[in-house]
């Protein structure tokens, strides 16, 4: 059995473009919840000085990690700032001097068991760099008595249209997502490593078999191109064949998820000690003059990012950091850059009136069912639809509107250009609340 | 200290994910059935003549302004850009004698379109398969112009009349499957219409389960109640109620599972009414009988989510605590 997904254009325009450096901005503003869970409290105060890699925000809440200053520089403010989602946290502001001073407490983290990794990956700040931003530490502090984890999947699918970040990856630094694989899968003792890639990048998938030639378990899993192949979930199936349950996580089944990205950045900290300070972006689109992979610091303003990608602000329209099916509308082109931002796409104003926000050509539903065909989880798009309008809280628990993902292939293939994806967001509020 | 220039920003579009969507309309899908039906329409002009045309142009085009009147009257948006309403007319078209009078015609485009789809909401609401119900309607209301049967390449008005294979049993393989026998417009000509509905599987517009789950089921209790199984599958409306009218998305269950029971529910139906009652032909009231018990498939065919967990079932204290 294969789950179901929905065949995208992949529009990978960016796939050969060498990563390139963005140069160092002004200034930067380090926001303090750039990972799921708790924000961070800053460490810093206006007037003090920073240097690179100096952690500038912690937490002693469980589920958090912390923020380091990509500058050397002067605080300037530390003020509330306005996220995407809409949610409000603190955000420190730095003058850059220019001089990129090095914080003295850089250095490689002494790795020798699971509990010094976990330490370590919790130090270095690091998310999950493929969007949702899960805590890695976390991840890898499972409780070894109640779970028996024998299975690394590494999740380099890349499905969303557009996004090259993790693909250059691989192409630059195999030998870091390969030596991460090899320390992680050693300190934790995991029998089965499985590279998962979508079957639209050979390139990397000859390059990853090829390192993982004399290593027989380490498993280079080909996978279709289907979005969204690269949900956890699917992933975690399609490389072990197991289903992760609702409610439970990937760790329940034995299973860590891990983005390639992440894993190659856990190696390099675990080699320099530097913090996740920068960080890989596509930027494509349509009003993209020169599409390109950066490498920009955290902190750094979009507009930067966006001008040296050539972006024409006359004709954009719409600005999305991450892919076209999940990724979030920006509205403001001064937000900085995230650890999470994996992906910026701007559009002109042309195909972003084709987008769904004025429902051009939008009918009754047809009941075709090609959402129930796309529905990755086999949930069925159309009667929870029609489940939220009637406010039949019973019915939506029972079709398990809490496992839908948001990822959106419903309302993708939706004929009658029905925004499913979004009334089951509304429908999962609903269903929670009282 | 100086604070980077705040650039003037310019309003951007904010909408919820995803942002892209495919290239497939309600219209578009139409199109492809329109297309899918293009060959039976010739095959019906071949066989029947240029009324045969006529009456097809008749019933889209007044389907259409049946269409228009009611969003007028209704006060809705205009929606016979969706193509819907001149599906429904081909498709009744399909069911009609080519010598039924253009007023009938008219009547059954009006039950179609205004009592059984703009009455109960429009595209999409209808419980029933509108092109059917204008069948039934004009069936019952005017049994003798509904049977008016006529010889195949016969091209006048004082045509001779014939009966269909059903009643007569006589005709050939070749000749059911080529459609040179009496019948309905549409329903006659079993190539042309196998060909649409390959059509219609290629472009992924339809699912086979319920068109071959309708035939295998006609085909077997055929052999089952003594009958020639392939004879009955080729005769008659099966294959056009089976490829154009089963498939029907609005009035047929969503799931694979639910489309496997209405097609063996319309066999049965079908098979119980051309043997055992007095009509002839009993497609046209098998599909209707399933679009009606539709909702009730739909409820019991749900699909499992993968990873999902048993709900915790509601004892009836509980229930009795809510009320």
């Known amino acids: ?434 | 200290m100086e604070v980077i220039n705040p650039m003037k920003n310019k309003n951007l579009l904010v909408s919820p994910s995803p942002h892209i969507r495919s290239d497939r309309t309600t219209a578009k899908v139409m199109g492809h059935v329109l297309i899918a039906l293009f060959p039976a329409a010739v095959a019906s002009v071949v066989i029947f003549g240029v009324r045969a045309l006529a009456l097809i142009l008749f019933c889209a085009v007044t389907s259409v302004i049946w269409e228009r009147l009611c969003n007028l009257i209704m006060k809705r948006p205009n929606s016979t850009g969706d193509l819907s309403a001149v599906v429904t007319g081909v498709i009744l078209a399909f069911n009609l004698p080519v010598t039924l009078p253009f007023w009938m015609a008219a009547i059954g485009t009006f039950v179609a379109i205004v009592i059984t789809k703009q009455i109960f909401g429009g595209l999409g609401q209808n419980f029933a398969n509108p092109a059917i119900v204008g069948r039934i309607v004009l069936m019952l209301s005017f049994p003798a112009a509904m049977s008016n049967w006529v010889e195949p390449f016969y091209n006048k008005v004082d045509a001779v009349t014939t009966a269909t294979p059903l009643v007569s049993s006589n005709a050939s393989y070749e000749e059911l499957f080529l459609g040179v026998t009496g019948g309905c417009l549409g329903e006659v000509c079993v190539a042309a219409l196998l060909l649409g509905g390959i059509y219609l599987f290629a472009m992924n517009v339809i699912s086979p389960a319920a068109p071959l789950a309708f035939m295998g089921t006609v085909t077997a209790v055929s052999y089952l109640a003594g009958e020639d199984g392939f004879y009955q599958l080729l005769a008659g409306g099966v294959m056009l109620g089976a490829i154009f009218m089963a498939t029907d998305y609005v009035t047929t269950p969503i799931t694979t599972k639910g489309k496997i029971i209405f097609g063996v529910g319309c066999g049965i139906v079908t098979c119980v009414i051309r043997f055992l009652c007095s009509f002839p032909e009993g497609v046209s009231f098998s599909i209707l009988l399933m679009n009606i018990l539709t909702p009730y498939i739909d409820m019991f065919t749900l699909k499992k989510p993968i990873g999902g967990l048993p709900g915790e079932k509601k004892t009836k204290e509980v229930k009795e605590n809510e009320k």
């Open chain 1, 1 to 434: 059995m294969r789950l179901n997904g929905i065949l995208l254009p992949h529009k990978k325009r960016t796939e050969y473009s060498q990563t390139k450096i963005l140069s160092l901005p002004e200034r930067v503003k380090i926001c303090m919840s750039q990972h799921m869970g708790a924000p961070c409290v800053p460490l810093v105060k206006k007037g003090d000085l920073v240097k690179v890699g100096q952690k500038i925000g912690d937490s002693e809440a469980f589920m958090s990690c912390p923020v380091h200053s990509s500058v050397s520089g002067e605080v300037v403010d530390v003020s509330e700032m306005l996220l995407a989602n809409g949610k409000t946290c603190k955000a420190v502001e730095i003058q850059c001097d220019g001089q990129q001073t090095m914080w003295e407490g850089i250095k490689p983290p002494h790795i020798n068991d699971k509990k010094s990794l976990v330490d370590a990956v919790r130090e270095s700040g690091c998310c999950g760099l493929g969007g949702a931003g899960f805590p890695t530490h976390i991840k890898l502090n499972y409780d070894e008595n109640k779970v028996n984890i024998d299975s690394l999947v590494i999740n380099a699918a890349e499905c969303e249209p557009y996004i090259t970040s993790d693909f250059r990856e691989m192409m630059e630094n195999p030998e870091d997502v390969i030596e991460g694989i090899k320390t992680i899968r050693d300190l934790l003792k995991i029998e089965n490593v499985y590279i998962g890639i979508e079957d639209n990048k050979p390139k990397a998938i000859e390059k990853m078999k090829e390192l993982t030639e004399n290593d027989g378990y380490i498993k280079v899993v080909k996978l279709k191109s289907s979005y969204p192949q690269g949900a956890e979930k699917v992933i975690a199936y399609s490389a072990t064949g197991r289903i992760i349950k609702e409610g439970s996580l990937p760790s329940d089944h034995g299973i860590i998820v891990m983005n390639v990205s992440t894993i190659a950045f856990i190696n390099r900290y675990i080699k320099t000690g530097m913090p996740l300070i920068s960080r890989r972006v596509t930027v494509d689109g349509d009003a993209v003059g020169r599409p390109c992979n950066v490498n920009v610091l955290i902190g750094t303003s979009l507009k930067e990012l966006l001008e040296f990608a050539l972006v024409d602000f006359d004709i954009m329209e719409k600005l999305i950091s991450g892919g076209p099916m999940m990724g979030m509308c920006m509205y403001d082109m001064n937000a900085p850059l995230s650890k999470t931002n994996n992906a910026f796409l701007a559009f002109k104003a042309k195909s972003a009136s084709k987008l769904p926000l004025l429902y051009k050509g939008q009918t009754n539903c047809i009941r075709c069912g090609k959402c129930i065909d796309a529905c990755p989880l086999g949930l069925m798009p159309t009667e929870l639809e029609k489940a939220y309008d009637r406010r039949d809280r019973e019915m939506l628990n029972k079709l398990k509107i809490n496992l839908c993902m948001n990822c959106g292939s419903c309302s993708y293939v939706c004929p009658a250009k029905r925004s499913l994806a979004e009334k089951n967001q509304l429908a999962k509020g609903f269903a929670l609340s009282k």
